[in-house]
């Protein structure tokens, strides 16, 4: 299984706006400069995400968006639930019509427990992952970064 960039996207810019929230609502223009993502791509993201109550919106002046519940409250499952991405691995969808060697109404191919497995592991761990570490996880790294930049700049004087 690959997430694509439609999970990846809705995780990055739901991480952009929670580190932003806090001023105010984000536009969808500063995330999508930030992070280096289509405009009209996040407009679709964020319309799925506003569907599933994980954002809300703001219009006119000084309108954007900001999450609609607590960011430890938002998994990374339900963020890429909400933007349709498929978490399956098995070959035929969970339905479960993956038959051996081709032969239709037989039994289900001899992987289909190993893959199905994994789904519920996969499925287990993002749901396990909050917004809120992803969040805490980039706090901290702007701020190792910060005191790499401060410790080389001391050695330089």
Known sequence: M???TKGRF??????DLALRQSKGPVTLAGISQRQEISLSYL???FGKLRRHQIVD??????GGY???R????????DIIIAVDEPLDTTQCGGKENCHSAGHEGGPRCMTHELWSTLNEKMVDYLDSVSLQDLVDQQKQKVAEQNVVVLHRSQMAV
């Open 43 to 45: 407009e679709q993201l």
């Open 66 to 68: 900001s999450l609609a």
């Open 2 to 4: 690959r997430l694509t």
């Open 70 to 77: 607590p960011a430890d409250k938002v998994t990374v499952a």
């Open 57 to 62: 919106s703001v219009r006119g002046p000084g």
């Open 10 to 15: 809705a995780v990055t810019a739901m991480i």
